[in-house]
Nanobody
Framework: QVALVESGGGLVQPGGSLRLSCAAS????????MGWYRQAPGKQRELVAA???????NYADSVKGRFTISRDNAENTVFLQMNSVKPEDTAVYYC???????????????WGQGTQVTVSS
């Protein structure tokens, strides 16, 4: 089994910063892509940012230049540095990882439980 545990969410004022962390644990042989998604009330879940094991990144247009994704491959951890946050960034943020649990198994997708980020004055 694989578990993803997020931390770092909370209330932040517009223009402020927040750093999310997500640690993967369990039976892990390798992790390909790790990423962050978010879901606001009444909206579909959307990709925020993703990063490969080699460090290639992909961002939603709405967060480019404000958010930075990074990862620590040795610790199976992914981070999301959120700067210049806006009220429209308010959502539940979910960690996602593409994990291979053994050399004989192919990659499967795993999700964290989500962490609330609220941007408000």
């Amino acid at each position: 089994q694989v578990a993803l545990v997020e931390s770092g969410g909370g209330l932040v004022q517009p223009g402020g910063s927040l750093r999310l962390s997500c640690a993967a644990s369990g039976s892990i042989f390798s992790i390909n892509v790790m990423g962050w998604y978010r879901q606001a009330p009444g909206k579909q879940r959307e990709l925020v940012a993703a990063i490969t094991s080699g460090g290639s990144t992909n961002y939603a247009d709405s967060v480019k230049g404000r958010f930075t994704i990074s990862r620590d491959n040795a610790e199976n951890t992914v981070f999301l540095q959120m700067n210049s946050v806006k009220p429209e960034d308010t959502a539940v943020y979910y960690c996602n990882a593409n994990v291979r649990i053994s050399a004989t198994k192919w990659y499967s997708n795993y999700w964290g439980q989500g962490t609330q980020v609220t941007v408000s004055s």
